[in-house]
């Protein structure tokens, strides 16, 4: 897998986990938090696009609240990050775990500890499947009612 993709699955995971978990990734990983701020992490608003059915054309369907960080490491690697919300720290937290992936030494480690988030979000997604089949209601008619 090129590493752009590997890099945006990490991200990806990375993006859904939560302030606790991106730390237990790090200190799990044995990377240390400390970065310096390129940007310091910023909450602004962008422009959510949407297309009816998926290919109508498109609109624009409100705003969404996102932070962004950059970081720098000693080493010399930046790391960005985006996410969805106010969360600060969050951001910032992501964009060191993107800096650090970077370093190919680290990624099998940052690999393994977000594994655990990629578990956590399918057995969450499972859990929705689930309660949303128990009350799936399947319509059919027995007469149509033709003569």
Do not use: C
Not at 2 to 17: I, K, Y
Not at 62 to 79: D, F, H, I, S, W
Not at 80 to 96: E, K, N, P, Q
């Amino acid at each position: 897998m090129p590493d752009l993709a590997m890099r945006r699955r990490a991200m990806a995971r990375a993006g859904a986990a939560t302030e606790s978990e991106l730390r237990a990734a790090l200190a799990q990983a044995g990377v240390a938090p400390e970065a310096e701020d390129l940007r310091a992490p910023e909450t602004g608003l962008v422009m959510v696009r949407g297309r009816i059915g998926g290919d109508g054309r498109p609109f624009n369907a409100g705003e969404a609240t996102v932070t962004r960080a950059a970081v720098r490491l000693p080493g010399g690697e930046t790391g960005f990050a985006y996410h969805l919300g106010r969360d600060r720290t969050r951001a910032r937290l992501a964009a060191i775990l993107d800096a650090h992936w970077q370093r190919p030494e680290a990624r099998p480690a940052l690999d393994a500890a977000l594994a655990g988030i990629a578990e956590r979000r399918a057995h969450a997604a499972a859990l929705a499947a689930r309660k949303v089949a128990a009350t799936r209601v399947n319509f059919f008619t027995l007469a149509r009612g033709e003569d």
